[in-house]
Nanobody, 120 residues
């Protein structure tokens, strides 16, 4: 049982920065991956970034070089620093958590999502 609560979304102008936070609570295993997915209207859900408890990161191609994911293991919190925001970054951003064991991810838990809207 894991609960994820996102914060930090909002309406911003193109070119500015925004940081999202997600705090996980419940039964958290030491081996896990937390991350961010997003879904824009009319588009498929896509990976933004994720980060393992050991620090390994992955980024979606559309955000490489602009977004940075980080985490605080002691607080079970993951952050997404978003720089140089573009209108195409507009989406609902979802925080995720998955236990990792034997080199495989278990089923992911999802937060309720936070809206990020970037105006031109």
């Amino acid at each position: 049982q894991v609960q994820l609560v996102e914060s930090g979304g909002g309406l911003v102008q193109a070119g500015v920065s925004l940081t999202l936070s997600c705090a996980a609570s419940g039964i958290i295993f030491g081996g896990n991956v937390m991350g961010w997915y997003r879904q824009a209207p009319g588009k498929q859900r896509e990976l933004v970034a994720d980060i393992a408890s050991g620090g390994t990161t992955n980024y979606g191609d559309s955000v490489k070089g602009r977004f940075t994911i980080s985490r605080d293991n002691a607080k079970n919190t993951v952050y997404l620093q978003m720089n140089s925001l573009k209108p195409e970054d507009t989406a609902v951003y979802y925080c995720t958590y998955a236990r990792v064991r034997w080199g495989h991810k278990d089923a992911m838990y999802w937060g309720q999502g936070t809206q990020v809207t970037v105006s031109s």
